[in-house]
């Protein structure tokens, strides 16, 4: 549902929810959910994209301490060929909710859509440069799937995963069709099922 709210003051047991990884033709779709604590506040949340890589790192770090709750989820790639990217990240986004070890009083999700929760829910456009608990959950979302694709990256080297962290760029489809699909390829996407089906 939609509700209008000042998100500056509404703070305490506010979960804010987001994702990272939708577009990406291989690996999970990754999703946090985090409760910060009024009491102690963490300077420099913004949306993750906007940040460093540096700098993100550090605030997760930071955010995993000062938090009263944080959840980092996700939705596997035979979940995301199976479902849909959209239902398999509205799934990934109720683990994160489920996951946090205190119960919000509101969760607060990044984009046009919510996911079926147990809790009352918001969707908020732009969330991650308005909340900053949706700003907080953007940056551990982050910083962990692109961990993951640095370990990805050698377990599966040629594809230069570690660089374009899955996402559809020139040098990933080149790779992709000079060495085929891994099994961490998206089956279900339009590149990926293209070459399978050739």
Known sequence: MQLGLDF??????????????????????VTAAVILDPARPILGLNDSKKLTEARREKLFDEICEKALSW???????????????LQATMLAMQRAVEGLSVTPKLALIDG??????????AA??????QVPAIAAASILAKVSRDREMQQLDQQYPGY???????????????????????????????????????
């Not at 995963?161 to 099994?183: C, D, N, V």
């Open 160 to 198: 230069g995963i570690a660089g374009h962290k899955g996402y559809p760029t020139p040098m990933h489809l080149e790779a992709l069709r000079r060495l085929g699909p891994t099994p961490i390829h998206r089956r279900s996407f339009g590149p990926v099922r293209a070459l399978l089906e050739e």
């Open 112 to 121: 046009n859509r919510c996911p079926t929760l147990q809790v009352p829910s």
């Open 71 to 85: 959840c980092i989820a996700r939705a596997e790639v035979e979940e995301i060929d199976q479902l849909n990217i």
């Open 124 to 129: 908020v456009v732009k969330g991650d440069s």
């Open 8 to 29: 500056t003051l509404v703070q305490e047991l506010v979960a804010g929810v987001d994702e990272v990884g939708r577009g990406p033709l291989c690996g999970a779709v």
